[in-house]
């Protein structure tokens, strides 16, 4: 059996190979072939893939249930990033000289109000900042006192949009990532035991059995869903959390919940940092340190609670009584916009902030770092462990990440039975508009413009809803695939397959539907060719969607992009132009469409062997002479089922190619040269217009009516600082 297939696989290159794009869709798929069955494990980079793997072995002391956590202590000096816009060759500070530290046991909230540079700097600690050539960062980054030793410890990044599999419960979820991430875990008591843990941990258990829902389908609330993107970032006990305002679209009370799991983990042992815009007092009150920004710079850094608020009382500015903190330290570093005044000396007030703290920063010093393990022993065992846990780590993926697929596919009820009466209703006004054809020399002409406006109905459907949904998911597998979960091909080919009965049902609806109505060739051997040419099609149309959807950053722009492109193969479709007058420039077009191709299968499966009555010598007398008409008389239904087959694996090979391409890429920190004041690789830049693009004046040219003390009050607690030499 597998060598007829490889027969049939062999014979349909051979067909193929002699065209120019033949050659590149060969080309295309065995490149694909090669990287998807090569890898056996999880794509990811030399330097990455250490960490990417599961710290419990059966060395270690600990089942991975004990959620062992390594203290990690984070140290920043002089975080500097800008923006540079080379057509005004001017540069816009993200940060400006931003120093800080995270300890372990304690929460650290960075404040500050819109547009101070709080994700920025969450996304540089957590080295999640999108990679751009405009961008330029630099400064000086350490874990446990070691530049660069990062990757020896386990990351968690909650972000602010929280991405899941809409069909899935929250223990499903949980279950699948466990799998997927811990797949030492291998006994399913011990895994079901793991879940549930972490469901009580997170005070998930009243959810455990919800859909997560989204849009279309009610779930579980916002806070749960917050709660249960930790809980998957939990999974593998990592020393550092990072979250992306979590408390963003929340009610006050769900906001608390999770600002109270935070504070937990935390307590654990985490080191827990978020960024927060402005917090309730309850809320406040949960944080151990605050970084305040404002513009990008650093205006407060220590302890949250009494600190902050005697440190800006030495300057004037006094806390009303019975007043929220944090409300009051976002006016306080807040531009007013409301008058051109008000402007002024806000902004006045902001330098002024901004300067005294960073002659603070000098009388400080940094804490002892704390004392942890040798780490190239620690990476070369868990080097090791990454080598034994890829052997058949391939196939586990594949069928783990093909259960969720169909879970997913098979549960959206909503849209399956959308499409399931548009495709009834489609088949119905088709076949009442050309109801019960005959053999007239004018059925000629409807059974050609039905047969391509099936085909075209076909293709669309497919195409919108793909095209809808798959950038969406794709969020969600980027985020996966950079935590290690799974690789790239695992996961197409389990989409492919568990798509296949579904996607295959709609068009047999279509056909099942239609075809007796418009009477097309009566035979069952030609309805059924007529079926499997349109689920071809269909699932061609499909891959062509996934392709857009790989191509394109987010659905409205695959909204536009993808029936763009159908509109150009409808054209070249058969029909309107025919293939023999098509301008050269345009020869290979109809060579591509799908369209094309589906309605050249469905013309030769309906008028091959049909009679036509007939007056004049002129006439059309059989379904040969109208194939003729339309340049189709050469070809036979294989053709067509060969050119679909090429094309549905040129936009499945080229949609892996594009996923690869396109997965996140995350900037480098640069280390300055001169650590006392910020430095930029804008060699386009002159001092000059550097100093234009920062819109704050200097402080000596302030003409303030209080002047500013020097602070004297000691910061007590854990938050110390670097500050410039």
Same mark, same amino acid.
């Given at each position: =059996?597998?060598?007829?297939?490889?027969?049939?696989?062999?014979? =349909?290159?051979?067909?193929?190979?002699?065209?120019?794009? /033949?050659?590149?869709?060969?080309?295309?798929?065995?490149?694909?072939?090669?990287?998807?069955?090569?890898?056996?494990?999880?794509?990811?980079?030399?330097?990455?893939?250490?960490?990417?793997?599961?710290?419990?072995?059966?060395?270690?002391?600990?089942?991975?249930?004990?959620?062992?956590?390594?203290?990690?202590?984070?140290?920043?000096?002089?975080?500097?990033?800008?923006?540079?816009?080379?057509?005004?060759?001017?540069?816009?500070?993200?940060?400006?000289?931003?120093?800080?530290?995270?300890?372990?046991?304690? %929460?650290?909230?960075?404040?500050?109000?819109? /547009?101070?540079?709080?994700?920025?700097?969450?996304?540089?600690?957590?080295?999640?900042?999108?990679?751009?050539?405009?961008?330029?960062?630099?400064?000086?980054?350490?874990? !446990?006192?070691?530049?660069?030793?990062?990757?020896?410890?386990?990351?968690?990044?909650?972000?602010?949009?929280? %991405?899941?599999?809409?069909?899935?419960?929250?223990?499903?979820?949980?279950?699948?990532?466990?799998?997927?991430?811990?797949? !030492?875990?291998?006994?399913?008591?011990?895994?079901?035991?793991?879940?549930?843990?972490?469901?009580?941990?997170?005070?998930?258990?009243?959810?455990?059995?919800?859909?997560?829902?989204?849009?279309?389908?009610? /779930?579980?609330?916002?806070?749960?869903?917050?709660?249960?993107?930790?809980?998957?970032?939990?999974?593998?006990?990592?020393?550092?959390?990072?979250?992306?305002?979590?408390?963003?679209?929340?009610?006050?009370?769900?906001?608390?919940?999770?600002?109270?799991?935070?504070?937990?983990?935390?307590?654990?042992?985490?080191?827990?940092?978020?960024?927060?815009?402005?917090?309730?007092?309850?809320?406040?009150?949960?944080?151990?340190?605050?970084?305040?920004?404002?513009?990008?710079?650093?205006?407060?850094?220590?302890?949250?609670?009494?600190?902050?608020?005697?440190?800006?009382?030495?300057?004037?500015?006094?806390?009303?009584?019975?007043?929220?903190?944090?409300?009051?330290?976002?006016?306080?570093?807040? &531009?007013?916009?409301?008058?051109?005044?008000?402007?002024?000396?806000?902004?006045?007030?902001?330098?002024?902030?901004?300067?005294?703290?960073?002659?603070?920063?000098? @009388?400080?010093?940094?804490?002892?770092?704390?004392?942890?393990?040798?780490?190239?022993?620690?990476?070369?065992?868990?080097?090791?462990?990454?080598?034994?846990?890829?052997?058949?780590?391939?196939?586990?993926?594949?069928? %783990?990440?093909?259960?969720?697929?169909?879970?997913?596919?098979?549960?959206?009820?909503?849209?399956?039975?959308?499409?399931?009466?548009?495709? &009834?209703?489609?088949?119905?006004?088709?076949?009442?508009?050309?109801?019960? =054809?005959?053999?007239?020399?004018?059925?000629?002409?409807?059974?050609?413009?039905?047969?391509?406006?099936?085909?075209?109905?076909?293709?669309? @459907?497919?195409?919108?809803?793909?095209?809808?949904?798959?950038?969406?998911?794709?969020?969600?597998?980027?985020?996966?695939?950079?935590? /290690?979960?799974?690789? %790239?091909?695992?996961?197409?080919?389990?989409?492919?397959?568990?798509?296949?009965?579904?996607?295959?049902?709609?068009?047999?609806?279509?056909?099942?539907?239609?075809?007796?109505?418009?009477?097309?060739?009566?035979?069952?051997?030609?309805?059924?060719?007529?079926?499997?040419?349109?689920?071809?099609?269909?699932?061609?149309?499909?891959? =062509?969607?996934?392709?857009?959807?790989?191509?394109?950053?987010?659905?409205?722009?695959?909204?536009?992009?993808?029936?763009?492109?159908?509109?150009?193969?409808?054209?070249?479709?058969?029909?309107?132009?025919?293939?023999?007058?098509?301008? &050269?420039?345009?020869?290979?077009?109809?060579?591509?469409?799908?369209?094309?191709?589906?309605?050249?299968?469905?013309?030769?499966?309906?008028?091959?062997?049909?009679?036509?009555?007939?007056?004049?010598?002129?006439?059309?007398?059989?379904?040969?002479?109208?194939?003729?008409?339309?340049?189709?008389?050469?070809?036979?239904?294989?053709?067509?089922?060969?050119?679909?087959?090429?094309?549905?694996?040129?936009?499945?090979?080229?949609?892996?190619?594009?996923?690869?391409?396109?997965?996140?890429?995350?900037?480098?920190?640069?280390?300055?040269?001169?650590?006392?004041?910020?430095?930029?690789?804008?060699?386009?830049?002159?001092?000059?217009?550097?100093?234009?693009?920062?819109?704050?004046?200097?402080?000596?040219?302030?003409?303030?009516?209080?002047?500013?003390?020097?602070?004297?009050?000691?910061?007590?607690?854990?938050?110390?600082?670097?500050?410039?030499?």
């Amino acid at each position: =059996m597998a060598g007829s297939g490889g027969k049939k696989v062999h014979q =349909m290159i051979v067909g193929f190979g002699g065209s120019g794009l /033949g050659q590149v869709v060969i080309a295309v798929a065995v490149s694909f072939l090669v990287r998807v069955f090569s890898a056996p494990g999880p794509a990811l980079s030399p330097e990455s893939e250490a960490d990417d793997v599961p710290e419990n072995d059966s060395d270690d002391a600990e089942a991975p249930t004990s959620g062992k956590v390594t203290p990690v202590t984070i140290q920043w000096r002089n975080i500097n990033c800008s923006l540079s816009d080379k057509s005004s060759k001017s540069a816009r500070f993200l940060l400006k000289n931003v120093s800080g530290e995270a300890k372990p046991g304690r %929460l650290l909230a960075i404040m500050g109000p819109s /547009g101070s540079g709080k994700t920025t700097l969450l996304n540089v600690l957590a080295g999640q900042l999108t990679a751009s050539p405009r961008l330029h960062l630099s400064g000086v980054l350490e874990f !446990n006192g070691k530049p660069g030793s990062k990757n020896a410890y386990k990351f968690a990044y909650v972000r602010q949009e929280d %991405l899941f599999f809409s069909q899935l419960t929250v223990r499903e979820t949980l279950s699948l990532a466990t799998e997927l991430q811990l797949p !030492n875990i291998s006994s399913a008591e011990e895994r079901d035991e793991f879940v549930n843990n972490l469901l009580f941990k997170l005070g998930l258990v009243s959810c455990a059995d919800t859909n997560v829902g989204d849009a279309k389908v009610r /779930g579980i609330s916002g806070g749960e869903k917050k709660r249960l993107s930790m809980a998957c970032e939990l999974l593998a006990s990592p020393s550092v959390i990072f979250a992306d305002e979590p408390t963003t679209g929340l009610d006050a009370f769900q906001a608390e919940k999770v600002m109270e799991t935070l504070q937990q983990l935390a307590q654990d042992g985490h080191t827990v940092i978020c960024s927060i815009h402005q917090p309730r007092g309850s809320v406040y009150s949960k944080f151990d340190d605050i970084i305040l920004l404002t513009e990008g710079s650093l205006v407060y850094a220590g302890p949250a609670r009494d600190e902050p608020l005697a440190y800006f009382s030495k300057f004037g500015y006094q806390c009303p009584d019975h007043i929220n903190p944090a409300e009051f330290l976002a006016d306080l570093i807040s &531009i007013d916009y409301s008058s051109a005044d008000s402007v002024y000396t806000s902004q006045k007030r902001i330098d002024g902030l901004v300067e005294s703290f960073s002659q603070r920063q000098s @009388a400080v010093i940094y804490a002892t770092p704390i004392t942890i393990n040798d780490l190239s022993n620690s990476r070369k065992k868990i080097s090791q462990r990454a080598v034994v846990k890829k052997k058949g780590v391939w196939w586990k993926q594949f069928w %783990l990440l093909l259960k969720r697929a169909w879970m997913q596919a098979s549960r959206d009820a909503p849209t399956n039975k959308v499409r399931a009466r548009m495709s &009834i209703a489609s088949a119905i006004i088709f076949g009442s508009v050309f109801w019960r =054809m005959g053999n007239s020399q004018t059925s000629i002409q409807d059974r050609m413009g039905l047969l391509q406006v099936t085909a075209i109905n076909t293709a669309m @459907a497919a195409l919108t809803k793909t095209v809808g949904v798959f950038p969406k998911e794709r969020a969600i597998v980027d985020r996966e695939r950079a935590k /290690g979960s799974y690789s %790239l091909g695992p996961y197409l080919f389990s989409k492919l397959l568990a798509e296949i009965p579904i996607g295959a049902a709609f068009p047999l609806m279509f056909g099942a539907v239609l075809y007796p109505m418009a009477r097309l060739h009566p035979t069952m051997q030609r309805f059924g060719k007529f079926c499997g040419i349109v689920t071809m099609e269909s699932f061609a149309a499909s891959a =062509m969607g996934l392709t857009v959807g790989a191509m394109v950053p987010t659905t409205e722009a695959a909204m536009a992009v993808g029936p763009s492109l159908m509109t150009v193969f409808i054209v070249f479709g058969g029909y309107y132009v025919n293939p023999e007058n098509t301008p &050269i420039i345009f020869r290979w077009i109809p060579n591509v469409s799908l369209i094309r191709w589906a309605f050249q299968g469905l013309s030769i499966n309906e008028f091959s062997g049909l009679q036509f009555d007939h007056q004049h010598s002129f006439d059309i007398q059989t379904g040969e002479q109208a194939l003729e008409r339309i340049s189709f008389g050469k070809s036979r239904i294989r053709d067509t089922v060969i050119a679909q087959n090429r094309i549905l694996l040129f936009w499945y090979c080229t949609t892996y190619l594009l996923l690869e391409k396109n997965k996140p890429k995350y900037q480098q920190l640069e280390s300055p040269i001169d650590h006392s004041k910020p430095h930029l690789k804008l060699e386009e830049l002159n001092s000059e217009q550097v100093d234009q693009t920062i819109e704050a004046p200097p402080v000596s040219q302030l003409d303030s009516k209080q002047p500013l003390e020097s602070p004297e009050v000691d910061l007590v607690g854990s938050f110390v600082l670097e500050g410039t030499k």
